[in-house]
Nanobody, 116 residues
Framework: QVQLVETGGGLVQPGGSLRLSCSAS????????MGWYRQGSGKQRELVAR???????NYADSVKGRFTISRGNAENTVSLQMNSLKPEDTAVYYC??????????WGQGTQVTVSS
């Protein structure tokens, strides 16, 4: 019933910026956290950034200082500002919404390619 839609992916040169956004098709109750994961070719899906309902954030070491996760003005939205992009950031990025007590919604993913 609930779908997550990611936007903002694309091709960017190294050092460039992109902003990913995720929105839910309807209001989601009992959200514990929202975040972004990514999966590069031949790699495991990994956490990029996460923000809890209380506003606490955490980031993968590889993106600290470059990426910023934030909740949108509307409820059930989350964005990821990506600056100083590197080729190693190339991956499919997935939006995730975690619910209390134990359930997750996933977006279908958006491709981010960093290349010159």
């Amino acid at each position: 019933q609930v779908q997550l839609v990611e936007t903002g992916g694309g091709l960017v040169q190294p050092g460039g910026s992109l902003r990913l956004s995720c929105s839910a098709s309807k209001t989601i109750f009992s959200i514990s956290a929202m975040g972004w994961y990514r999966q590069g070719s031949g790699k495991q899906r990994e956490l990029v950034a996460r923000i809890t309902s209380g506003g606490s954030t955490n980031y993968a070491d590889s993106v600290k200082g470059r990426f910023t996760i934030s909740r949108g003005n509307a409820e059930n939205t989350v964005s990821l500002q990506m600056n100083s992009l590197k080729p190693e950031d190339t991956a499919v990025y997935y939006c995730n919404v975690g619910l209390i007590p134990n359930y997750n919604y996933w977006g279908q993913g958006t491709q981010v390619t960093v290349s010159s």
